[in-house]
């Protein structure tokens, strides 16, 4: 179809260069589009799970209900992550400050870090 007048006369000769650009550059950044989203997807898919160390925890740190068996020896141990969830730092066994039965407190932010009996 043509225009009886010219629609963008400020783009003179590059009317038509132009015009194909506009319909090839919204394919274009689609494309790019959905090619970082599946980098990005693939990615997240190998992250690896947090890891967790495991420790001798104090007596208080243990709950009552766990610590006493009558059937014979049962050895537990406390299994805490090795960074924080709240804020991501590094949590060691040296510098654990244990608040309560299988709760610990980051020292970094302050925040309270669940942790798992396990039988060993």
Same mark, same amino acid.
């Given at each position: !179809?043509?225009?009886?007048?010219e629609p963008f006369p400020f783009l003179g000769?590059?009317? *038509?260069?132009v015009v194909v650009l506009m319909m090839i550059l919204p394919i274009i950044i689609f494309i790019i589009t959905i090619l970082v989203m599946w980098k990005i997807c693939r990615s997240q898919r190998s992250l690896p799970t947090p890891s967790s160390?495991? !420790?001798q925890a104090p007596s208080f740190a243990v709950p009552s209900s766990a610590s006493v068996r009558s059937d014979g020896p049962d050895i537990r141990t406390v299994r805490l992550p090795?960074?924080?969830?709240s804020c991501g730092a590094a949590l060691s066994?040296? *510098?654990i400050d244990w608040v309560g039965p299988l709760e610990a407190r980051c020292s970094y932010c302050g925040a309270t870090v669940r942790a798992t009996l396990e039988r060993l």
């Open positions: !179809m043509q225009f009886p007048f000769p590059f009317y *038509g260069t160390f495991v !420790m090795s960074s924080c969830p066994p040296e *510098g």
